[in-house]
């Protein structure tokens, strides 16, 4: 049987569990912690977005949180990747058989499982239900939100002080609001830090999710190469797998790269580049993801809007590459400009 403990306060380091993400691609997979569980001994189990696990960014630091799901409450736990050309009844069969199976919570990863969580739900009231990146109205849904614009605000003023050339670039996975909120943060940053001295260029991969702008890394080396070639010398993606190809174009050119969601320096697939990392933008998905699951633990599942923001520690930038600290002003820019964030002298725009 599931175990009921005394509520803790949650409260989980931005960068700490995405650096447990592993970076392992694959089909669906069910991940135990030994041979004795039974059906009812089953919690956390999150169905993966577009790219899956292994794409060293937003779908591995959910894997994150899960393992340490696992690993503290000891029950059978379920990560279930997505399938090409896939529809919302696809999307909403998986949530289902999820609930059916006895998991609890149940969460989407990606704003993509919006309408087949939303029917899903309705169906098993007994369930908590989570989804990263989208709000679903629902007495047992939990809709895991995050502040992208305050992250990307530091990226863009790291940027702006590791420039050389006065140009930096931005590439977005795919053009839809959520993505925007990255870019127009980091924008933002980049223009208040230099006075607005510093040109951004910025492109988008696709018009839709089914167009691989988050799945293709090819497209996004072809994206990076094309604004290097216009001087950037810093480029910021936030484009999930196919950022590994934006990282890899920088690296080559040697230029600066800024990761995202997840601490991309220290990522092991990512190794021959990291010289090349500056830094990243973090979400720490895996803590939300986390947090859920300790909730419905605890027997105080959270509903409703969950906001994680860079006061709560849910998102941030990472300093773990040691020339970030070389770059002359650019360690007390992005101190004073998180200050500013948290005491709301600095109003960060989302479009």
Known sequence: MRRISK???VAVGVASLALA????GGTSSDSGSGGDE???DKGLAIAYDIGGKGDQSFNDAAYAGLQKAQKEF?????DIEPTEGETDADKEQRLASLAKQGYNPVIGVGFAYGPAMEAVAKKYPKTTFGIVDSVVEGENVASLVFAEEQASYLAGVAAAKATKTNTVGFVGGVDIPLIHKFEAGYKQGVQDTSGGKVKVV???LTQTAEEGGFSSPDKGKAAAEGQIE???DVVYQAAGLSGQGVIEAAAKAKVWAIGVDSDQYQQAALSAYKSHILTSALKDVGGAVYALAKS???????????TFDLKKNGVGLSESNPEFAKIEGLTDAVAKAKKGIIDGSIKVKTE
Do not use: F
């Open 7 to 9: 509520l803790t306060r």
């Open 21 to 24: 993400a592993t970076a392992c």
């Open 38 to 40: 039974t059906k009812d």
């Open 74 to 78: 000891g029950y059978k736990t379920a």
């Open 202 to 204: 910025s492109q988008y």
């Open 230 to 232: 216009k001087k950037a």
């Open 296 to 306: 419905v633990e605890d027997g105080k599942p959270l509903t409703g809007t969950q």
